[in-house]
């Protein structure tokens, strides 16, 4: 079993519709949380990042951690087609920076 | 003024060859890391350098050696190139030390075929 489990997709949405993305993971250790985006043929970019649990907003993302339920999840509200990429999950319990990646989730937004 | 800059963008070589790939951060960051991304686009973290030194090495075949000349620099050489070792090579950098100070920024990629 993986470390951490994200759902390759591709998940299909239309334009305007709110995009709700998840990984979970199995070692409780990890305390640190990301979200990169990463376009076709391009490097992942940092989207979002918490550090506790709870909720962060920012702009149209809103990011989520339930730490005992080792449950992440990404949405992202009035989708628009430039938000088509891959969504990757990250996260780590070091401070030296090993991520642990989840597998990615291609979002398709449809006009 | 790209932030993490590797070259070359893609290195299409045949079997048996070694190829190095370069990579650059302007950041002024203290770390900096290789990742294979696989077909699957699954991102896998293979070293990580702090201020020259070697501090992640994950089980990767001792063909691969990275070198670092200076902080901005982390080059990555691989010897007898193997079908296997086709797959996205990411390099990233961090200010590292703590975990607020983790935020990795990536590169574009060095796409790798090997014939």
């Known amino acids: 079993q993986k470390e951490v489990e994200q759902d390759p997709g591709p998940l299909s949405v239309p334009e305007g519709a709110i995009v709700s993305l998840n990984c979970t993971y199995s070692?409780?250790?990890?305390?640190?949380f990301m979200w990169y985006r990463q376009y076709s043929r391009k490097g992942p970019e940092l989207l979002m990042y918490?550090?506790?649990?709870g909720n962060k907003e920012d702009g149209r993302f809103t990011a989520q951690v339930d730490k005992s339920s080792k449950y992440i999840s990404l949405f992202i509200r009035d989708s628009q087609p430039s938000d088509s990429a891959t969504y990757l999950c990250?996260?780590?319990?070091?401070?030296?920076?090993?991520?642990?990646f989840g597998a990615g989730t291609q979002v398709v937004v449809t006009p | 003024d790209t932030a993490v800059s590797q070259t070359p963008k893609y290195l299409v070589t045949q079997m048996g060859n070694d190829k190095s790939i370069k990579c650059e951060q302007n950041?002024?960051?203290?770390?900096m890391y290789w990742y294979k991304q696989d077909s699957k686009k699954f991102l896998k973290i293979m070293f990580s350098?702090?201020?020259?030194?070697?501090?992640i090495n994950e089980t990767v075949p001792n063909r691969f050696s990275p070198k670092s000349p200076d902080k901005a620099h982390l080059n990555l050489h691989i010897n007898s190139l193997e079908l296997g070792d086709s797959a996205v090579y990411f390099c990233?950098?961090?200010?590292?030390?703590?975990?607020?100070?983790?935020?990795?920024?990536f590169g574009a990629g060095t796409r790798l075929s090997v014939l």
């Open positions: 070692n409780s250790a990890f305390q640190y």
């Open positions: 918490t550090y506790s649990s």
């Open positions: 350098y702090n201020n020259k030194e070697l501090i």
């Open positions: 990233a950098s961090s200010q590292g030390g703590s975990l607020a100070k983790n935020i990795q920024y």
């Open positions: 950041l002024g960051h203290d770390t």
């Open positions: 990250a996260m780590t319990t070091d401070s030296w920076g090993k991520l642990q």
